[in-house]
């Protein structure tokens, strides 16, 4: 007998909690002490002192860059940004109702038409086409935005960083420091967070000996979920609905009593406080005296759910704010609109599909778990004609 196929009493683990399929070196997530570790470094290190770029480096390349190293791969990701006219025209030709993580999905699909060595699968031609996509992603995500607001597209600007560029991209007019900070922040607490569902799901594919743009695809379909990636955009559009910071604990309270999940908190992994939305809550808590009323409400909104749900669940059930609670602030603090947080997160988490898929490829083994079979056998086939 196979391990692990014991038909008679098969050990079901629903959702696959707590099951470990492989070793890693790329992210450590501990969800007891609420500490996050990229390659070894404290996310809250990275945060405080890197770039998304040296990030994007240290998560694929294992370690990190020197500064010669670092140029040498931003000029790779800058000469990486344009998009294929082809793939363009799929952005701007798709209706205006579908999501943008469908125009992202549809777009990053196409893309091995236009790389003449789409399905070339050594390492090295890997490691290329992962540089590629970090870059793309960029450009694809702000030519989506653009498509959305009616207005065309804006061509990269090789003198920018990552995260500034794509605030050009998307607006067309060079961006203020500070948000181009404040996105290059965001970008790097996405970047990478072990077996999550998009990440897994990006392995299945890919351990098909599929290639890394399939497997991408799918990792930006799994993130698309509002239980996954999609939380940041159903986080916001809660605090829409709840409208006026005083309203919070009534709309709470409605909603737990209704047994609906508050969008932003709870994690299948942490059971206390996300290291991630605690940093970025200290952005957060500077956007109480921002210039727009419409931010000022979000974030008076968010510190009164979060106060809220740690008093009612943190301490009893283990659920705490997560990464999602305060993006929508902070991104309306830039100027981001809401149905654009997903594909974002998506330009921050692709270099951890790809450092994943790279690390996997090492020592592939074919993802194919166990289903028991609950139904009925040996039925006796009846003739459409004789069906009643
Ligand atoms: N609001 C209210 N109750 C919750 C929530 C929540 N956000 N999350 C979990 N619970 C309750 C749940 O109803 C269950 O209660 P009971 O034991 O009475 O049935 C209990 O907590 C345990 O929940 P669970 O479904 O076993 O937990 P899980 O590990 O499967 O869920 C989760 C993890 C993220 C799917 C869930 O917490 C959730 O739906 N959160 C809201 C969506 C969200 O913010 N997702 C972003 C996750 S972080 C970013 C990312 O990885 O994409």
């Known amino acids: 007998?196979?391990?692990?196929?014991?038909?008679?009493?098969?050990?079901?683990?629903?959702?696959?909690?707590?099951?470990?399929?492989?070793?890693?070196?790329?992210?450590?997530?501990?969800?007891?002490?609420?500490?996050?570790?990229?390659?070894?470094?404290?996310?809250?290190?990275?945060?405080?002192?890197?770039?998304?770029?040296?990030?994007?480096?240290?998560?694929?390349?294992?370690?990190?860059p020197t500064a010669k190293e670092l140029k040498n791969f931003d000029t790779r990701l800058k000469g990486e940004r344009e998009i294929p006219e082809p793939v363009l025209s799929i952005i701007n030709g798709m209706t205006g109702k579908a999501h943008p993580m469908d125009v992202l999905r549809t777009a990053v699909s196409a893309l091995p038409a236009y790389d003449r060595k789409a399905y070339a699968d050594s390492r090295e031609d890997n490691l290329r086409k992962s540089i590629a996509l970090v870059s793309k992603f960029g450009s694809i995500t702000?030519?989506?935005?653009?498509?959305?607001?009616?207005?065309?597209?804006?061509?990269?600007?090789?003198?920018?960083?990552?995260?500034?560029?794509?605030?050009?991209?998307?607006?067309g007019k060079a961006p203020d420091?500070?948000?181009?900070?404040?996105?290059?922040?965001?970008?790097?607490?996405?970047?990478?967070?072990?077996?999550?569902?998009s990440t897994f799901s990006t392995l299945v594919t890919g351990s098909t000996l599929s290639d890394i743009y399939a497997a991408?695809?799918?990792?930006?379909?799994?993130?698309?979920?509002?239980?996954?990636?999609?939380?940041?955009?159903?986080?916001?559009?809660?605090?829409?609905?709840?409208?006026?910071?005083e309203n919070t604990e009534r709309y709470i309270n409605d909603a737990l009593g209704k047994k609906e999940r508050i969008m932003g908190f709870g994690h299948r992994v942490y059971?206390?406080?996300?290291?991630?939305?605690?940093?970025?809550?200290?952005?957060?808590?500077?956007?109480?005296?921002?210039?727009?009323?419409?931010?000022?409400?979000?974030?008076?909104?968010?510190?009164?759910?979060?106060k809220m749900m740690i008093e009612k669940l943190g301490k009893t059930k283990g659920i705490w704010p997560n990464v999602d609670l305060f993006s929508g602030p902070v991104y309306t603090s830039i100027g981001i609109e809401p149905d654009?947080?997903?594909?974002?997160?998506?330009?921050?988490?692709?270099?951890?599909?790809?450092?994943?898929?790279?690390?996997?490829?090492?020592?592939?083994?074919?993802?194919?778990?166990?289903?028991?079979?609950?139904?009925?056998?040996?039925?006796?086939?009846?003739p459409i004609g004789k069906r009643r």
């Open 1 to 64: 007998m196979i391990v692990g196929m014991d038909v008679v009493n098969p050990n079901i683990v629903p959702g696959l909690q707590g099951v470990y399929f492989t070793e890693s070196k790329i992210s450590d997530v501990d969800g007891t002490n609420g500490k996050l570790y990229y390659r070894g470094y404290s996310i809250e290190s990275l945060a405080k002192d890197s770039t998304f770029e040296e990030v994007c480096y240290l998560l694929i390349e294992g370690k990190l």
């Open 142 to 171: 702000a030519a989506i935005g653009r498509r959305m607001s009616g207005k065309g597209y804006v061509k990269p600007d090789p003198s920018l960083t990552h995260a500034a560029n794509f605030l050009y991209m998307l607006k």
């Open 177 to 197: 420091p500070n948000d181009a900070k404040i996105l290059d922040l965001m970008l790097i607490l996405h970047a990478e967070h072990s077996s999550n569902a």
């Open 216 to 245: 991408v695809t799918a990792g930006v379909a799994t993130l698309k979920g509002p239980l996954h990636g999609g939380a940041d955009e159903a986080a916001l559009k809660m605090m829409r609905e709840i409208g006026r910071p």
């Open 271 to 306: 059971r206390t406080y996300d290291p991630r939305a605690r940093i970025i809550r200290s952005t957060l808590e500077k956007l109480q005296n921002h210039s727009s009323p419409e931010v000022r409400n979000l974030t008076a909104i968010a510190l009164r759910e979060e």
């Open 340 to 382: 654009l947080f997903t594909p974002l997160f998506a330009v921050s988490r692709i270099p951890g599909w790809c450092a994943h898929l790279l690390e996997y490829w090492e020592h592939d083994r074919l993802l194919r778990p166990l289903e028991s079979y609950t139904g009925p056998l040996d039925i006796k086939y009846v």
